[in-house]
């Protein structure tokens, strides 16, 4: 079965720090990627997606994340933080097959202090 | 911008007793997913249609829960009867093309007491 990991369960930073969430999944074929993002009191809201093509994807609000296949992994990067970026932050992967849903990791909770 | 629409926001119901949660999707997505998020974890798939017909229920625990979506448009999740352990966040999302990029609803807090 699919499964995503995600290293860090809580990580806590100053703002203008340089952010990396790591996320891994498990499954050897084609996927889709995803990064969600919950800011408190809001629901989860797509942050990036990768389906195919250029393995760095940019997304909303200068978050950007890089697709390694030889490492089945899809970090979330931001080069400086702000403390707007506090929220909760999912990882998510799709088979690239019609009908098949997200599955998530557990999340990483993101503090940033100002 | 459209969204997805879930009630209630919140719920407190006492075990053993029937709870119903509703789920009006993006207008056009055919695709419908409910999800449950347990405190501290990430969404795990309960049941997922495609139009008005079950693509996977294989996580539903359909001893107790059940899921319709008569029409292919909105949709409703039950249980009964409900227990302690099925406190958690459920999230309703819907999908146009059904290739993972889902859209969230705020969710519904469901408390058993």
């Known amino acids: 079965a699919q499964s995503v990991s995600q290293h860090n369960h809580h990580v806590i930073l100053s703002e203008a720090a340089s952010l990396e969430l790591g996320c891994n999944y498990s499954y050897g074929g084609t996927v889709n990627l995803f990064w969600y993002v919950q800011y408190p009191g809001q629901h989860l809201q797509l942050l990036l997606k990768?389906?195919?093509?250029?393995?760095l994807v940019k997304g909303i609000k200068g978050f950007e994340a890089e697709f390694i296949k030889s490492k089945f992994s899809f970090n979330l990067r931001k080069p400086s933080v702000q403390w707007s970026d506090t929220a909760e932050y999912f990882c998510a992967v799709s088979t690239n097959q019609a009908g098949t849903a997200l599955i998530f990791g557990k999340g990483t909770t993101l503090s940033v202090s100002s | 911008e459209a969204e997805v629409a879930q009630s209630p926001r919140y719920k407190i119901t006492e075990k053993s007793q029937a709870v119903a949660f509703w789920c009006d999707p993006i207008s056009g997505h055919a695709t419908l997913y409910w999800y449950r998020q347990i405190l501290g974890q990430g969404p795990e798939l309960l049941v997922q249609f495609q139009d008005e017909s079950v693509v996977d229920d294989s996580q539903l625990p359909k001893d107790r829960f059940s899921a319709e979506r008569l029409k292919g448009v909105d949709s409703t999740l039950k249980i009964q009867p409900a227990e302690l352990g099925d406190s958690a966040m459920y999230l309703c999302a819907s999908s146009l093309t059904g290739q993972g990029l889902a859209f969230f609803g705020q969710g519904t807090r469901l408390t058993v007491v």
């Open positions: 990768y389906f195919s093509g250029d393995p």
